[in-house]
């Protein structure tokens, strides 16, 4: 099926339907043939075919395209405007050829895109389609984007740009889908995230990447959907911790190196602690699932025994307020050191106080004090 993109609408709509031609006062028709509208310009042959030169007005009587026509084919120069009277794009049809070369323009008059058609006949009608080379600017006249197109379709490579010129993403299109080896790259043209897709889906291995090449994950999708052992890394490239995806979603994570929380479902911190080499490794704090939660200026800082949690807002233009963890009771204090408990280790009760103290030795319990 052929599809026309919306950076076709000049150029399907002058080969439809005739729009109004009665002028109304104060329409601009400077740009209108001389003579008569069925007579010499806007005529048709015997055989209904549309020849030489044809205007088409808005309802109001405004033009909205200037261009010639040969057995209803469009030839030479062809421009389109707006309702209000600016320039929409021009179209140069090329002499024994079926290519045209476009520039759409912005309100401001400043060129958007720049391409090709193909003028073919579709069903019976002729209709242009986006092929070749088509580039996308900005304001400034700088190329952002790099596209290429088959039948209206993007196929082949793509390519875009950050506003100083460096690339910003590139890869491959096939019949309208991205397909192969996609990059995206920083200002500064360093290398932030390879994929590969199939089908419009991605589909093999994906890294996203930080400074220095380091990588911050990297795993596998199938079909657009991840699936596998993914890779979490820390800023100094060791493994952060190992995930596993089960039907698209997160079936198991096992931290590996770095600080790791958890929190009940409450939204309350339930622990943090530190991993390094797959084991707890250093300072551990658990809390109770109690606390209560409490609104106050977003500005105020936290306090210890847990992150605030996303709310408040700006009520009536008031100060923003967020929500707050106060008065959670701690659980556990103490250190592992390879995984297993080593050290002095205190535990608490709901209210907050101690209840016991232990001391261990490398996982061994070597005297208890209640």
Same mark, same amino acid.
Request: glycine share 14%.
């Given at each position: 099926?052929?599809?026309?993109?919306?950076?076709?609408?000049?150029?399907?709509?002058?080969?439809?339907? $005739? *729009?109004?031609?009665?002028?109304?006062?104060?329409?601009?028709?400077?740009?209108?043939?001389?003579?008569?509208?069925?007579?010499?310009?806007?005529?048709?042959?015997?055989?209904?075919?549309?020849?030489?030169? &044809?205007?088409?007005?808005? $309802?109001?009587?405004?033009?909205?395209?200037?261009?010639?026509?040969?057995?209803?084919?469009?030839?030479?120069?062809?421009?389109?405007?707006? +309702?209000?009277?600016?320039?929409?794009?021009?179209?140069?049809?090329? #002499?024994?050829?079926?290519?045209? /070369?476009?520039?759409?323009?912005?309100?401001?008059?400043? !060129?958007?895109?720049?391409?090709?058609?193909?003028?073919?006949?579709?069903?019976?009608? &002729?209709?242009?389609?986006?092929?070749?080379?088509?580039?996308?600017?900005?304001?400034?006249? @700088?190329?952002?984007?790099?596209?290429?197109?088959?039948?209206?379709?993007?196929?082949?490579?793509?390519?875009?740009?950050?506003?100083?010129?460096? *690339? %910003? #993403? +590139?890869?491959?299109?096939?019949?309208?889908?991205?397909?192969? %080896?996609?990059?995206?790259?920083?200002?500064?043209?360093?290398?932030?995230?390879?994929?590969?897709?199939?089908?419009?889906?991605?589909?093999? #291995?994906?890294?996203?990447?930080?400074?220095?090449?380091?990588?911050?994950?990297?795993?596998?999708?199938?079909?657009?959907?991840?699936?596998? /052992?993914?890779? *979490?890394?820390?800023?100094?490239?060791?493994?952060?911790? *190992?995930?596993?995806? +089960?039907?698209? @979603?997160?079936?198991?994570?096992?931290?590996?190196?770095?600080?790791?929380? =958890?929190?009940?479902?409450?939204?309350?911190?339930?622990?943090?602690?530190?991993?390094?080499?797959?084991?707890?490794?250093?300072?551990?704090?658990? &809390?109770?699932? %109690?606390?209560? &939660?409490?609104?106050?200026? =977003?500005?105020?800082?936290?306090?210890?025994?847990?992150?605030?949690? $996303?709310?408040?807002?700006?009520?009536?233009?008031?100060? !923003?307020?967020?929500?707050?963890?106060?008065?959670?009771?701690?659980?556990? %204090?103490?250190?592992?050191?390879?995984?297993?408990?080593?050290?002095?280790?205190?535990?608490?009760?709901?209210?907050? /106080?101690?209840? @016991?103290?232990?001391?261990?030795?490398?996982?061994?319990?070597?005297?208890?004090? #209640?």
């Amino acid at each position: 099926m052929i599809r026309v993109s919306t950076f076709h609408l000049a150029a399907a709509l002058f080969l439809g339907a $005739p *729009l109004a031609l009665s002028a109304q006062p104060g329409t601009n028709t400077t740009q209108w043939p001389d003579g008569q509208p069925g007579d010499d310009f806007n005529v048709t042959d015997a055989n209904g075919f549309k020849q030489g030169r &044809w205007i088409r007005v808005y $309802p109001d009587g405004q033009l909205y395209y200037s261009g010639s026509f040969l057995d209803s084919k469009p030839v030479n120069h062809f421009t389109f405007f707006r +309702e209000n009277g600016r320039v929409l794009s021009e179209v140069d049809h090329l #002499e024994g050829s079926d290519l045209a /070369e476009a520039t759409l323009y912005r309100e401001d008059g400043s !060129p958007s895109h720049r391409g090709q058609y193909r003028t073919v006949k579709v069903d019976g009608e &002729w209709t242009q389609l986006k092929t070749g080379t088509w580039k996308a600017l900005d304001k400034q006249g @700088r190329v952002r984007i790099v596209e290429h197109y088959t039948e209206n379709a993007l196929d082949g490579v793509y390519q875009s740009f950050h506003p100083n010129g460096n *690339l %910003l #993403e +590139e890869g491959h299109y096939h019949a309208g889908k991205k397909s192969g %080896l996609w990059k995206g790259y920083d200002r500064e043209g360093t290398a932030r995230t390879e994929e590969i897709w199939r089908e419009g889906e991605r589909h093999g #291995e994906a890294v996203v990447m930080q400074d220095k090449g380091v990588p911050l994950s990297r795993g596998n999708y199938d079909n657009g959907v991840p699936i596998g /052992e993914w890779t *979490l890394y820390n800023p100094n490239g060791k493994v952060r911790s *190992l995930i596993t995806y +089960e039907g698209g @979603r997160v079936a198991s994570e096992q931290p590996q190196n770095g600080e790791f929380e =958890a929190t009940y479902p409450s939204g309350r911190p339930e622990w943090v602690g530190r991993y390094a080499h797959g084991n707890l490794d250093g300072p551990f704090t658990s &809390w109770h699932d %109690l606390g209560e &939660w409490v609104m106050v200026p =977003a500005e105020a800082g936290a306090p210890a025994g847990g992150p605030p949690m $996303p709310g408040g807002g700006r009520p009536g233009g008031e100060t !923003p307020m967020r929500q707050e963890l106060r008065n959670q009771p701690m659980k556990e %204090l103490g250190e592992y050191t390879a995984g297993v408990k080593d050290g002095t280790w205190r535990y608490f009760n709901e209210q907050g /106080e101690r209840i @016991r103290t232990e001391r261990w030795t490398l996982g061994r319990l070597t005297a208890t004090e #209640e």
